[in-house]
Structures are given as structure tokens and as C-alpha cells.
T-cell receptor, first 113, second 114 residues
Framework: GENVEQHPSTLSVQEGDSAVIKCTYSDSASNYFPWYKQELGKGPQLIIDIRSNVGEKKDQRIAVTLNKTAKHFSLHITETQPEDSAVYFCAASTYSSASKIIFGSGTRLSIRP | DTEVTQTPKHLVMGMTNKKSLKCEQHMGHRAMYWYKQKAKKPPELMFVYSYEKLSINESVPSRFSPECPNSSLLNLHLHALQPEDSALYLC?????????????FGSGTQLSVL
């Protein structure tokens, strides 16, 4: 089955700098890659997603890139702000897995003032 | 309304108790999910309901019993739980079941089993 690896597990960046989180997946049939942000005491919230027919997607300060050949995808946050501090999960899913998405292990992002 | 509402927010129960977790959404979503999340871990899928029918059970012990009374409500009945079942239980919904559907999560029920 699908396996998603996520790095780093913790990340601390200065406010205003950029943050990058990387994930790799094992199943070449995976075709949907969402990113979720989980703040303390809340459930995960979808922040951006990308499908396998697209190489890059941007939404204001957040961007995701996908390299299907290498089977990896990354989340880029520019001009980080204190409210970006949270745990971020990447995930992958395939048509063969129906409604199941496989989450990465998570990255705890801290923004230093 | 883009919210998934879960009650209660916190629950403490003994191993002989019976309790229920509730989840509600009014977005017209036709798929609803239960996830279990341990501290510092990603969510783990437990059950999926598709058009009010149970479509996926991830080999969850029978002490967890899901129920979908209608398209807006999802319950999780708990009985004879073990301390290792203590976790955050998350409900989610999506417009339709299947790949590529955006999941909307509730804030969860933090469960402690004594």
C-alpha cells in the first residue's frame, strides 16, 4: 500500500522567512495530494491540494510543487507569520484506495518573532 | 455553514461505561468519517460512511460502534474501552466519497479512558 514520508518533523523559522516541508510517496498511482494544517485544540484544516496532472499550485503565500517522476511533493510558505505556527500534514491518495488518504507523520512549524 | 460540529469536546470515561460521540454537518455532504488521533501522530482512519451506509471499517475493535442516523449525523458508540483508546476522535465529511474529495474536519472529542 501507499506510504508517505514527511520531513522535517520540526521546523523553526524566523518570522518573515520561508518554510519548506517535503514529502515522498511510494505508490506511483497516487493522484491527489492535500496539505492539512492543525492548530492546537483543533481538527486538521485543508490549506491547499494538488492533483497529479499539475506540477505547481499557488494560493497567496502558500505553494505546493509536485514531481511525479521522483514521487515527491513540497509545501512552501513565504513571508511566514506567527499564525503559521501549527502542525502540517501532507497526504496522498489513489483511486484504488477509494476514500482513504494516507497522511505523513507531520511537521511542527514554529515561527520565531 | 462550512462547519463540522462534534460533541462533547472532552470526555472522561471508565472502562465499564457506555458513551457516545456525536458529529453533525449541514453542508449536504454525503460521506462522513471517523478518525482517531494519538498525540503527535497523524489521524488514522476508523470508519467511512458513504450515502449513509458503512463503506469502510479499518478493522476497528467492536467496542467502537458507528452509526449514521441520517445524512447530517454521525455517532460513535463506545463500550468497554481500554486506556489505550484514549485519543482525540475526529469526525470529517466530504461532498462525495472517493479520491480527491476535500475533507472538512471537526475539532474533535478528546477522550480519556480511566
Amino acid at each position: 500500500g501507499e506510504n508517505v514520508e514527511q520531513h522535517p518533523s520540526t521546523l523553526s523559522v524566523q518570522e518573515g522567512d520561508s518554510a519548506v516541508i517535503k514529502c515522498t510517496y511510494s505508490d506511483s498511482a497516487s493522484n491527489y495530494f492535500p496539505w492539512y494544517k492543525q492548530e492546537l485544540g483543533k481538527g486538521p484544516q485543508l490549506i491547499i491540494d494538488i492533483r497529479s496532472n499539475v506540477g505547481e499550485k499557488k494560493d497567496q503565500r502558500i505553494a505546493v510543487t509536485l514531481n511525479k517522476t521522483a514521487k515527491h511533493f513540497s509545501l512552501h510558505i513565504t513571508e511566514t507569520q506567527p499564525e503559521d505556527s501549527a502542525v502540517y500534514f501532507c497526504a496522498a491518495s489513489t483511486y484504488s484506495s477509494a476514500s482513504k488518504i494516507i497522511f505523513g507523520s507531520g511537521t511542527r512549524l514554529s515561527i520565531r518573532p | 455553514d462550512t462547519e463540522v460540529t462534534q460533541t462533547p469536546k472532552h470526555l472522561v470515561m471508565g472502562m465499564t461505561n457506555k458513551k457516545s460521540l456525536k458529529c453533525e454537518q449541514h453542508m449536504g455532504h454525503r460521506a462522513m468519517y471517523w478518525y482517531k488521533q494519538k498525540a503527535k501522530k497523524p489521524p488514522e482512519l476508523m470508519f467511512v460512511y458513504s450515502y449513509e451506509k458503512l463503506s469502510i471499517n479499518e478493522s476497528v475493535p467492536s467496542r467502537f460502534s458507528p452509526e449514521c442516523p441520517n445524512s447530517s449525523l454521525l455517532n460513535l458508540h463506545l463500550h468497554a474501552l481500554q486506556p489505550e483508546d484514549s485519543a482525540l476522535y475526529l469526525c470529517a465529511s466530504s461532498q462525495d466519497p472517493g479520491v480527491g474529495e476535500k475533507l472538512f474536519f471537526g475539532s474533535g472529542t478528546q477522550l480519556s479512558v480511566l
